[in-house]
């Protein structure tokens, strides 16, 4: 065994502190089996960014839904929210850089109350922009069933959570009602032309496992969705990203509670991929917090862990040239990352 038994003071994790400890004291020998010493063994002294391609943005944790699996821990109960102020900040920095894609993630990033001011004004700097919607939002209230047309008409790749083909597991993981609320949202997407051949307009579905094991092979796991949602609901989309479940926040939480920490994180372990360490997404791209805070990956922000330098930490400091060069801040949490075929916010990675 490589990870051991550990005795948990309350599955209720009170801040990032705790469970970067739980992450740390997860190891038998942490002077041989820690993460930096995998990397290492995988040819590679030490991770660092390669050049920025995409420009990821958190625009609050607030969020119509709480999921099971929830690495950001957000819910219709959190108020940390990304002010106008922050937006124009990450506006002024990408306009002095080539950065290609913007990423806007949540949380619900529709709930932000400047969503749509940001969009427009972010389609004036000519870049790619993505949304990753949690479909649902589509059909919460009126204000939003329009959202569709707003993408559609900005051009906008969307990237949206479904957990499975079939209702009881999409519900199991996300709520009840979620899966009938999603293909009703994809069904109003695909209206738009989302996912139609030759429209222009992307739409990607992402998978996460609904318990503690690794996702399967991506491309056999797309063929079934294409299949399923077709033949039952008419539906058509692009691409299906798997991404492996994080061990942090809720589903931490989870794993603690199920008794299945310690198998889960010896399936991370033993399932180290050393080809996925360089195509991991913390090498080209950089995290920006609902605070306007920097950050490797969207997971390290979870975990409060911020890029290294703490003069360069923020929006306001950015810093083109250090963050394209930088070293990367890792913990036993990025097992996650390469682990099987190795996942990322764009699936697989090997």
Same mark, same amino acid.
């Given at each position: ?12 994790? =009170? ?32 991770? /660092? ?47 002095? /850089? ?9 949380? =619900? ?166 080809? =996925? ?58 097992f996650g990352c390469t682990a099987g075929s190795g996942s990322s916010c764009g699936g697989a990675i090997s």
């Amino acid at each position: 065994m490589i990870v051991k038994s550990l005795k948990f003071r309350n599955s209720k994790l =009170a801040d990032s502190s705790e469970q970067i400890e739980i992450l740390q004291n997860t190891i038998q020998d942490s002077g041989e089996d820690n993460f930096s010493n995998y990397i290492k063994r995988s040819g590679i002294e030490k991770l /660092t960014s390669r050049k920025i391609e995409i420009f990821q943005i958190n625009m609050g944790k607030m969020c119509n839904q709480t999921c099971k699996h929830c690495h950001v821990d957000a819910g219709p109960d959190r108020k940390e929210i990304m002010t106008r102020e922050t937006m124009q900040m990450c506006l002024d920095k990408l306009f002095e /850089t080539d950065i290609p894609t913007i990423d806007l993630t949540g949380g =619900a990033p529709e709930l932000n109350p400047d969503f749509r001011w940001f969009v427009t004004e972010l389609k004036k700097l000519n870049r790619h922009i993505m949304v990753r919607c949690n479909l649902t939002i589509i059909l919460s209230n009126p204000g939003f069933n329009d959202l569709p047309d707003f993408f559609a008409e900005n051009n906008i790749e969307v990237v949206s959570s479904l957990p499975y083909y079939q209702k009881i597991n999409t519900d199991r993981q996300r709520g009840d009602g979620v899966f009938e609320k999603s293909i009703k949202a994809l069904q109003m997407l695909n209206e738009r032309g989302y996912g139609k051949q030759g429209s222009g307009l992307i739409l990607n579905l992402v998978y996460n496992p609904s318990g503690a094991f690794l996702p399967g092979p991506q491309h056999s796991l797309e063929n079934d969705f294409k299949k399923e949602l077709m033949d039952k609901y008419g539906i058509v989309f692009n691409n299906l990203f798997t991404i492996t479940n994080m061990p942090v926040s809720r589903f931490l939480e989870y794993l603690i509670d199920s008794g299945n920490y310690v198998d889960y994180m010896e399936k991370l372990i033993t399932s180290f991929n050393a080809a =996925a360490v360089r195509n991991v997404m913390c090498t080209n791209t950089i995290s920006i917090g609902w605070d306007g805070y920097l950050y490797d990956c969207d997971f390290n922000q979870m975990l409060d862990m911020k890029v290294k330098d703490n003069l360069k930490d923020h929006i306001s400091n950015f810093d083109l040239n250090y963050l394209d060069t930088r070293e990367i801040i890792t913990g036993q949490h990025c097992f996650g990352c390469t682990a099987g075929s190795g996942s990322s916010c764009g699936g697989a990675i090997s």
